[in-house]
């Protein structure tokens, strides 16, 4: 396997992507998975790390409209950043060449990134481009081409708040490990690509991250639970205090009964 980083891709915006306007909205979001680190996973196995921990992922928000705003509440992979447009270029650039080290850009569908990627004038200087709306289909034998919710849908893929870029561009990389996968597995393959073939599909299918409105449902269903044990619990010793009167009338019933022959007496 080369030494390569393999860096996802995508940028979306409600702008267009021929023209760089003034006052541009957009999010990039950039997900990287270092080979270096999948050659570790395969040697020491699935339990030095998290599968989730495998691909590092980033978003980052140019503006501060309402679409941006959502965008960034969206990212589950980490926190999204706001950075000024004069900034983005150095952000971006950082982490794909870092070290120095070969990369390969992989998009779902290229064009209208790679578009805004030369607007903003962000040079990655991959070694190879993959588009995987193309590369999934011999793999899968399709005559068209899918979606990114689609396909993620095929490949069994967990997934949630797709068109945030820092989660599109995560997703990018998951599928291209399960393209590799689906493809691996029309020939005969050898136990250490049968290791590499069963780490992909592990870090590719591996839970995502809480989105923040399944957390807030989980709050209000434990606050609900709380208050419906509450009201249980008073119920309850409502119910208790009316039987204990009940019964203590019926003790005094019973002592009075006892003592009245005596009084007639």
């Known amino acids: 396997m080369k030494d390569v980083l393999l860096i996802g891709i995508d940028v979306d915006t409600y702008q267009g992507y021929e023209h760089l306007p003034t006052d541009p909205q957009l999010h990039i979001g950039v997900s990287i998975l270092d080979t270096r680190v999948l050659h570790r996973l395969i040697h020491e196995g699935l339990d030095s790390m998290r599968e989730t921990d495998a691909l590092e992922s980033y978003q980052f928000v140019v ?64 070694l190879y481009i993959i588009d995987n709306v193309k590369a999934a289909q011999y793999p899968l034998g399709l005559p068209y081409r899918l979606g990114l919710e689609a396909m993620l849908d095929t490949f069994g893929i967990p997934y949630a708040n797709l068109h945030a870029a820092g ?21 005969e393959l050898e136990p250490a690509s049968k290791d590499l073939f069963s780490t992909f599909s592990a870090i590719a299918r591996s839970a995502r991250p809480t989105t923040a409105g399944e957390k807030a449902a989980a709050f209000e269903e434990s606050r609900r639970q709380v208050k419906a044990k509450k009201t249980a619990r008073h119920k309850a010793r409502r119910a208790a205090r009316t039987e204990r009167r009940r019964q203590e009338r019926e003790a005094r019933i019973e002592t009075d009964g006892q003592c009245s022959p005596t009084e007639d007496a």
Do not use: W
């Open 63 to 126: 503006g501060d409209s309402r679409y941006c705003k959502t965008a960034s509440r969206k990212f589950i992979f980490g926190k999204s950043q706001s950075v000024p447009l004069g900034e983005v270029k150095a952000q971006v650039e950082s982490l794909v060449c870092r070290g120095g080290r070969d990369n390969i850009l992989v998009f779902h569908g290229d064009r209208s990134d790679r578009k805004a990627l030369s607007n903003l004038n962000i040079q990655l200087q991959p």
């Open 167 to 187: 989660n599109d561009a995560h997703y990018a990389l998951r599928s291209l490990l399960i393209i590799a996968v689906t493809d691996g597995q029309k020939m």
